[in-house]
Each structure stands twice: as C-alpha cells, then as structure tokens.
C-alpha cells in the first residue's frame, strides 16, 4: 500500500466514524430542562411545582409538572416529548406526589415508545 492510498482509507474511516461518534455522545445525554443553578435548599414543589432533572438517554425530552398539579396530588400522566418527533408517557403517583411534597425526588420509568424508554429524575423547582 502506498502513502496515497494510507491517507485515502484513513480519512474514509474518519468520515465514516465521525457521525457514529456524534449519535454515541448524544445517546448518553441525561440532562433535561432543570435548572442547573438552582440550589436544592431552595427548590420548593408547594411554591414552585416541579421538572425534570433528568432525563436517561436525553434526546430533547422535557417535563414540567405545575404547582396546581402538585397541589391536587392525584395520580397524573404526563407527556415528555419536547422537541423529539415522538413522545413518551410518565405517570406520577399520588405516593409521587406525597414524596414531591416533602420536598424529594422521585424518579420514573417512560412508556416504551419508538422502541426505547427514559428513567425521569422529578425535582422540586
């Protein structure tokens, strides 16, 4: 093999890994639509509702729970589609909704929709 044909098949295989390596990196994203800065000391379910924290395998899912949700305290599902072309369900319990009170986390399981589902992390805002 000469030096031409070494660089031609070492780029080749670059610019076929380089979009494999983008889906991996995005796949493992768990980030959701909390605030990041928002210290947990402070964060208050009666006053503030609640979010997702986090999101498994994030690709653009997000929750936000209201106050008046909260407040009512009975079993609710919820759509986490955000920005995706496809959605997934979580249910949070009355017993989610005791926890969410107390001001704790609660973390779910998504309904199995496009052939993956999401574990949600649900704090206090």
């Known amino acids: ?55 498994t395998s994030n690709h653009g899912h997000t929750l936000i729970v209201s106050k008046a949700g909260i407040d009512a305290g009975t079993e609710k599902s919820y759509s986490i589609q955000g920005s995706p072309g496809h959605n ?4 949070l319990t009355a017993a989610n909704f005791n926890t969410l009170k107390g001001q704790k986390t609660v973390r779910v399981a998504s309904s199995r929709d496009s052939s993956h589902r999401h574990d949600v992390t649900v704090s206090c805002a």
């Not at 660089?7 to 995005?26: E, M, W």
């Open 88 to 91: 997934h369900r979580i249910t």
């Open 1 to 55: 093999m000469n030096r031409k044909r070494f660089l031609q098949k070492t780029a080749g295989v670059f610019l076929v890994s380089l979009p494999v390596i983008s889906l991996i990196g995005c796949s493992n994203d768990d980030t959701a639509n909390g605030d990041p800065d928002l210290d947990p000391d402070q964060a208050d379910c009666l006053d503030n509702g609640a979010n997702a924290t986090a999101i």
